[in-house]
T-cell receptor, first 116, second 113 residues
Framework: GAVVSQHPSRVICKSGTSVKIECRSLDFQATTMFWYRQFPKQSLMLMATSNEGSKATYEQGVEKDKFLINHASLTLSTLTVTSAHPEDSSFYIC????????????FGSGTQLSVL | AQSVTQPDIHITVSEGASLELRCNYSYGATPYLFWYVQSPGQGLQLLLKYFSGDTLVQGIKGFEAEFKRSQSSFNLRKPSVHWSDAAEYFCAVGPSGTYKYIFGTGTRLKVLA
């Protein structure tokens, strides 16, 4: 199957700083990627849809100025958590659509963000 | 409201025993249904999916799931569990034509040797 690489796998930062998370499709091109957030013992919540070359589409209740998404190439989408606060601490996961492959949706391994 | 419920947060089974993970959904239209598995440090991997047709679907790693419309359920089963099946399992439902899935809260499976 196709591979989606997410980096870093774990990051700790101070309150007020910004953190960038990368999501790369390693062996396929992904015009569309998704970003999710997962709290402990809760389900994955879709945050936004990232489209290559255009603005991301955010789900209701997600602050677009807090969670900046850039999808500048067909293999890379980034999520930047700006001015992070402890309540932003969470597990963030990306996925990418692989057009033409049967499974079609592939997930990264996630990033655990801890804001001190 | 659309939702997915996985009633069991944790399940422990002995290796070689049978397994059933429950999933119930609430969805207005005919749903697309999925089961994903997540091993530690890895991304979600698709086990199987149901779109239409035969309500008993076969997936990878010996898993199967049965869609029961009358019960709004899509339970995952495996006749004989292996130690390598220990992981977290997510049920998801979504509309056709998009990838905006609704995920359950997951069931963590522990396998005893």
């Amino acid at each position: 199957g196709a591979v989606v690489s997410q980096h870093p796998s774990r990051v700790i930062c101070k309150s007020g700083t910004s953190v960038k998370i990368e999501c790369r499709s390693l062996d396929f091109q992904a015009t569309t990627m998704f970003w999710y957030r997962q709290f402990p013992k809760q389900s994955l919540m879709l945050m936004a849809t990232s489209n290559e070359g255009s603005k991301a589409t955010y789900e209701q209740g997600v602050e677009k100025d807090k969670f900046l998404i850039n999808h500048a190439s067909l293999t890379l989408s980034t999520l930047t958590v700006t001015s992070a606060h402890p309540e932003d601490s969470s597990f963030y996961i990306c996925s990418a659509i692989a057009t033409g492959l049967n499974e079609k949706l592939f997930f990264g391994s996630g990033t655990q963000l801890s804001v001190l | 409201a659309q939702s997915v419920t996985q009633p069991d947060i944790h399940i422990t089974v002995s290796e070689g025993a049978s397994l059933e993970l429950r999933c119930n959904y609430s969805y207005g239209a005919t749903p697309y249904l999925f089961w994903y598995v997540q091993s530690p440090g890895q991304g979600l991997q698709l086990l199987l999916k149901y779109f239409s047709g035969d309500t008993l679907v076969q997936g990878i790693k010996g898993f199967e799931a049965e869609f029961k419309r009358s019960q709004s359920s899509f339970n995952l089963r495996k006749p004989s569990v292996h130690w390598s099946d220990a992981a977290e399992y997510f049920c998801a439902v979504g509309p056709s034509g998009t990838y905006k899935y609704i995920f359950g809260t997951g069931t963590r499976l522990k396998v005893l040797a």
